[in-house]
């Protein structure tokens, strides 16, 4: 079983639609990190989080240490939220990424 | 400066070439990695520097060898490659190694033919 997985994989809405992408994880972390890829580009940092709850213009992020369940919601998603979606755990020395969830918002 | 940079963005190298790839932070990290993407896959930890020390390599194949000259820049020299060892490269910073948040830079592709 991996460390980290998350859901769904890949995720196609409409322009408006709230959107949810799950990370669970089997291990002691010290935090857990969410990250956007576009296509073909770099990777950004949305949020890093070691409890509760984090917001950030149209994106939210939660975190449940006792679940080991960590959140990332999209409000009113728009076609530039469209790119791939990172749950990585933090450790003391490295980071252990998910597999990704690939978003896609149609106009 | 809240910027990882690296050059070159793309780069092309025949089996035989050596080359190297850059990365620069200015934010005064003192963990600096790197990182290789295949297609549509998570990114793999290759190095991580911490205090200008190799502190994990991830058995990489001797033909990656990476140099941290100073606490500013991250190098990674290339030599005798395989055409599977075409890439995204990615260089990566973050205050202290661990869970510190890790700022990304754009990548290098690179394409060995």
């Known amino acids: 079983k991996n460390e980290v997985e998350q859901s769904p994989q890949n995720l196609t809405a409409q322009e408006g639609e709230f959107i949810t992408i799950n990370c669970s994880y089997s291990?002691?972390?010290?935090?857990l990190h969410w990250l956007q890829q576009h296509p073909g580009g770099g990777i950004v940092s949305l949020f890093m989080l070691s409890s509760g709850k984090k917001k950030h213009g149209r994106l939210i992020a939660t975190i449940n240490i006792q679940e080991k369940h960590s959140s990332l919601h999209i409000t009113a998603s728009h076609p530039r939220d469209s790119a791939v979606y990172i749950c990585a755990l933090g450790g003391n020395e490295k980071l252990t990424f998910g597999t990704g969830t690939r978003l896609t918002i149609i106009p | 400066d809240t910027e990882v940079t690296q050059t070159p963005k793309h780069l092309v190298m025949g089996m035989t070439n050596k080359k190297s790839l850059k990365c620069e932070q200015h934010?005064?990290?003192?963990?600096m990695y790197w990182y290789k993407q295949k297609a549509k896959k998570p990114p793999e930890l290759m190095f991580v520097y911490s205090y200008e020390k190799l502190s994990i390599n991830e058995s990489v194949p001797s033909r990656f060898s990476p140099e941290c000259p100073n606490s500013s820049l991250l190098n990674l020299h290339l030599h005798a490659l395989q055409p599977e060892d075409s890439a995204l490269y990615l260089c990566a910073s973050s205050l202290r190694q661990g869970a510190n948040e890790q700022y990304f830079g754009p990548g290098t592709r690179l394409t060995v033919t």
């Open positions: 291990v002691g972390i010290s935090a």
């Open positions: 934010m005064g990290h003192r963990a």
